[in-house]
């Protein structure tokens, strides 16, 4: 059964520490995306990349936050430092190609304290 | 202070009864749409797909309507379950050029609620 695979599922953290969030995405996809998801944005697009190359990060902090895919089995999403209102629900999801369906994780819930 | 969320959305049904979820998208050049199903604690989930070349598809309860005119996508569920309740959002896939091109957005969602 393909999924994508999101770690940590809860996170707590203390303001000014650095967080790491892992995303394995389904073998064969090849586009990534990072979401997150607040009650008062609802689910805003991070970054996104295909073929592990970013297509467009506007959606992120840069100051703060960066995206990487190391291997074509690993997306992860930094914040350092990071601060209360970065507290959210981080989505990564895949797809096989430009035009189909995107398959999400499970969700990583962040609390920054 | 109080702290305001979005006013997303909410419609309430009777179990039996037909479902219509409206979005309106923003993107003229957006070729391909999803409709997503989100329960409480779990990430989006699809449930139907539609491109820009069609204006109707159906699935198992599930209708979607894509009016590219007026840019408006609607999401038909007959017969509504109490398990149908739900976030329910809609994407849209821009085919714009350089770095907008697949880009997946989200609209606000709708809260579906189903009475038994």
């Known amino acids: 059964d393909a999924r994508v695979t999101q770690t940590p599922r809860h996170k707590v953290t203390e303001m000014g520490q650095e967080v790491t969030m892992r995303c394995q995405p389904i073998?064969?996809?090849?586009?990534v995306f990072w979401y997150r998801q607040t009650m008062m944005q609802g689910l805003e697009l991070l970054a996104y990349?295909?073929?592990?190359?970013?297509?467009?990060d506007s959606g992120m902090p840069k100051d703060r936050f960066s995206a990487e895919m190391p291997d074509a089995t690993l997306a992860t999403l930094k914040i350092q430092p990071s601060e209360p209102r970065d507290s959210a629900v981080y989505f990564c999801a895949s797809a096989r190609g430009v035009g189909t369906e995107a398959f999400f994780g499970q969700g990583t819930r962040l609390t920054v304290v | 202070g109080e702290s305001v969320g979005l006013h997303l959305p909410t419609l309430s049904v009777q179990e039996g009864d037909n479902s219509i979820i409206n979005c309106a998208y923003s993107?003229?050049?957006?070729?391909?749409f999803i409709w997503y199903k989100q329960e409480s604690g779990k990430g989006p989930q699809f449930i139907i797909d539609i491109r820009s070349n069609m204006d109707k598809r159906q699935g198992q309860r599930v209708t979607v309507l894509l009016n590219k005119t007026v840019k408006h996508l609607s999401l038909q569920i007959a017969a509504t379950q109490p398990g149908d309740s739900a976030v329910y959002f809609c994407?849209?896939?821009?085919?714009?050029?350089?770095?907008?091109?697949?880009?997946?957005?989200f609209g606000q969602g709708t809260i579906l609620t189903v009475h038994p």
């Open positions: 993107n003229s050049a957006s070729d391909y």
């Open positions: 990349f295909r073929n592990r190359a970013p297509l467009d």
């Open positions: 994407a849209e896939n821009s085919y714009a050029g350089g770095t907008s091109y697949g880009k997946l957005t």
């Open positions: 073998l064969g996809h090849n586009t």
